[in-house]
């Protein structure tokens, strides 16, 4: 789940991964589905959501902040009314290209799924003495790159504002991978790939890169070594901020 969109307003929006099929742990076999109905995907996510906001509606606290979004927007901020206005209205919903390369889709859901709101190669400009941070992004309906100027304080709000309350999890995980089922079916997984491949070759597979060495592969450049006299750098100490406000050293010679 994440909160923002490309200007850092607050978006709340799912983003899902799933399987064009399945394994059948009674026959072991595969079973592809290779069409996907994204209208009945969309009615389906919208029905269930809203149901279970209605049964919850007791219990649920809802922040004075989302309350001024429904106030502004739908003028009351009872959750029953909300919920029977936007059971009304078109949700989005977007079905992507389907990934056959899974090395490809597994670099880019691990690093979408945890990436930060804004990359600092987006933060254009700052200065302290006209006080401006300028920053772009790219509009989803343009298609072009746009450039904001905030205030350094209202730039700092569009990013803590996304920042998630403390155990929230923003990251859910269902089928093989739920926590129910997880160990029976890796295991079941696991014995299909030793009949397919072997033990030898699951256990004894090709070496793991160090850090270092991704590095050097993906950009080509040395990340440990020195761009202007070409000397191998070493760790020799590491200062940090402690929770006192003190510096604090550590050396490693």
């Known amino acids: 789940m994440h909160t923002f969109g490309s200007d850092l307003k607050f978006n709340c929006h799912i983003h899902a991964l799933y399987t064009m099929g399945g394994l059948d742990t009674r026959t072991g076999n595969w079973c592809n589905r290779e069409y996907l109905c994204a ?3 969309k009615s ?3 029905t269930i959501l809203l149901a279970c906001l209605r049964q919850a509606r007791h219990e649920l606290i809802v922040p004075d902040e989302i309350k ?7 003028g009351t901020v009872n959750l029953f009314v909300v919920q029977n ?5 078109n949700w989005y919903n977007w079905v992507g290209e389907k990934l056959d390369n899974a090395k490809f889709t597994t670099k880019y859901i691990g690093r979408y799924a945890k990436r930060p709101c804004i990359s600092e190669s987006k933060i254009k400009y700052y200065s302290k003495s006209e006080h401006i941070v300028i920053f ?3 509009d989803k309906i343009s298609k072009q790159w746009v ?3 905030v205030d350094p304080i209202s730039f700092i ?3 803590v504002r996304h920042i998630p309350e403390k155990h929230f999890h923003m990251i859910r995980y269902y089928g093989a991978y739920g926590t129910a089922c997880r160990a029976k079916i890796l295991k079941f997984i696991a014995r299909k790939l030793i009949s397919l491949y072997g033990f030898a070759n699951l256990l004894f597979g090709p070496p793991r890169k160090t850090w270092r060495e991704r590095r050097l592969e993906t950009t080509g450049i040395d990340p440990l070594k020195c761009q202007k006299c070409d000397i191998a750098m070493s760790l020799t100490e590491i200062t940090y901020r402690t929770r006192d406000g003190t510096m604090k050293t550590i050396s490693f010679f």
């Open 39 to 41: 209208q009945a995907i």
């Open 44 to 46: 389906r996510f919208k």
């Open 68 to 74: 001024k979004i429904w106030l502004a927007k739908f």
């Open 85 to 89: 206005k936007l059971y009304r209205m």
């Open 136 to 138: 772009e992004y790219k």
């Open 147 to 149: 450039e904001m100027q």
């Open 157 to 159: 709000g569009l990013l």
